[in-house]
């Protein structure tokens, strides 16, 4: 990660999908999700994202006519002819938290071999989506020189395929994850411990996310540490880690920078995203978003934490 | 609570007791402990205590030289002739978090009735620890004019006293507890929905303590959250929770404020406290505590807000 990456746009691989989504707020069918899709959407406030992700010939073209709409460049979007896409069911309990999983049907994603279009290749901001680790290295391999390369990941693949994650960890600038995989990877309760554990797997600059407690950043310069937006009304908190990360990113290709200051406004600015995120069903909330509100919710955000 | 409190020492009414502990790192038996002895050692930092407590005649006088030599008044702590001191037996899991009570032994607390020194009735500065409910009210009824009232209680009687408990809280000013005892109380879920059921019942002013993820100040004028101080090693948890009252409570006395401003610094000077707190069993740590390292871990705890 250089001193001064001066980006404006993001290449997201990861997935497209379809989910059902059953939450104390209500539930939905078959609507749009997947982690390109919230993290494309999110992004689009802030910069122009490139999707390479993997759909069937069953999506829905409304889905990606909402895409289009936020200027999402799609043509990395691989539609597998007769195909079926990517299909999860969740539901989330009183107290929101972790979704437990009902049903996952990979579909199209199951032999997915992610192709980096030509003219992308030299993207200089790259997030690798919640994907297999083995597919984020095929990514990797096919990126010229990025200068920012920021991960999620998750609980599967940290015991499934650790040594994969490890390969992809050893070549990542920024590492977003939430305290359970932070405590998983390291093996460390602590939670400053489990940080340290992690960055000494590679990444210059871990993110832990903490839901309704909000997000701290270790960074070589120091412990920033934000606080949640206050939500009375969560919807629907799928997607809220996509989405956070697409503020983080988009805040950073919009600053052109990613030192110590400029990573803490764009950890307050995912905070803010991530929080709209839940207020609605699927991407309905973000779909809607403007500037202003972000604005508006960020200045909220930061006077929760003056003294 | 009026705007201006120019009150220099604080009426402390809670329990003097003899602990035993079983941590993660290690066990003590018999070590010092009771909400009144942390929070007057914690306070001794900023202001005089005077403690209103009962123990019996087995305790040992070296717990008592502990408190003189930090200058806490002891006029009010009942002497129980042939009585036994009130003792606790609790044991932290490896996440710490909640203790198991493993014993209670009442002992002289069974029949403790407080009974307010004549020259400390005028005290402007009360903190009911967390006690009986009624005798709470007992202590409030012998004050004359307090400015602020501060209370501390458990689940305990907010499941069995809950009564005598609202007659408590119509008359306090800022009521200090934890999240799972606001949405006990409130019967709120939601932690924002929560604070605002548990200000409906009477506090000006609401802190609601978070444990490893700091703590939040709801007050009339705003919002405020404070992250935690990192530890990477705890030892013993126990009195944070009063220590954190001593460092909130100290730091208003000192400043003879009230305001929201104030309050914020206040709340930052708590959390500082209760870190220390944590460092070592029973009172070790806050019984060396020097105002220089307060500061300095006060310094170090803004930093991680700052943006």
């Known amino acids: 990660m250089s001193a001064q990456a001066k980006t404006n746009s993001i290449l997201v691989v990861g997935s497209v999908a379809l989910d059902s989504l059953e939450t104390p707020a209500g539930h939905r069918e078959e609507c749009l999700g997947g982690s390109a899709s919230y993290f494309s959407v999110g992004?689009?406030?802030?910069?122009?994202?490139?999707v390479v992700a993997?759909?069937?010939?069953?999506?829905?073209?409304?889905?990606l006519d909402h895409l289009r709409a936020k200027g999402?460049?799609?043509?990395?979007?691989?539609?597998?002819?007769?195909g079926r896409t990517f299909r999860w069911?969740?539901?989330?309990g009183e107290h929101f938290g972790d979704a437990q999983t009902l049903e996952t049907q990979l579909n199209c994603f199951e032999t997915f071999d992610p192709k980096i279009p030509a003219h992308y290749r030299d993207a200089r901001m790259l997030f690798l989506g919640n994907i297999d680790p083995e597919l984020q290295l095929k990514v990797l391999?096919?990126?010229?020189?990025?200068?920012l390369v920021a991960l999620?990941?998750?609980?599967?693949?940290?015991?499934?395929?650790?040594?994969?994650?490890?390969?992809?960890?050893?070549?990542?600038d920024l590492f977003i994850l939430n305290?359970?995989?932070?405590?998983?990877?390291?093996?460390?309760?602590?939670?400053?411990?489990?940080?340290?554990?992690?960055?000494?797997l590679g990444p210059k600059v871990v993110v832990i996310k903490r839901g309704e407690y909000g997000a701290m950043l270790f960074h070589p310069d120091g412990l920033f540490v934000s606080p949640a937006v206050p939500l009375r009304d969560v919807v629907d908190p799928t997607g809220a880690g996509d989405?956070?990360?697409?503020?983080?990113?988009?805040?950073?290709?919009?600053a052109g920078e990613v030192d110590f200051t400029t990573l803490k406004s764009a950890v307050l600015a995912g905070t803010v995203m991530a929080s709209f995120a839940c207020e609605g069903f699927s991407l309905d909330r973000l779909l809607t978003l403007t500037k202003a509100e972000v604005g508006q919710r960020l200045a909220a955000l930061e006077s929760l934490m003056k003294v």
């Open 179 to 200: 305290e359970t995989e932070a405590r998983l990877l390291s093996g460390e309760k602590n939670i400053y411990k489990a940080a340290a554990g992690v960055m000494a």
């Open 141 to 147: 391999d096919q990126l010229e020189n990025p200068h």
């Open 54 to 63: 993997v759909v069937g010939e069953d999506f829905p073209e409304v889905y």
């Open 43 to 50: 992004a689009s406030l802030f910069t122009q994202t490139q």
């Open 72 to 82: 999402v460049n799609l043509e990395g979007l691989e539609v597998v002819k007769g």
């Open 243 to 254: 989405t956070f990360a697409s503020g983080l990113m988009g805040y950073l290709a919009q």
């Open 152 to 172: 999620d990941t998750m609980n599967f693949w940290i015991t499934g395929k650790r040594k994969a994650l490890e390969a992809v960890l050893a070549r990542v």
């Open 89 to 92: 069911r969740g539901r989330y």
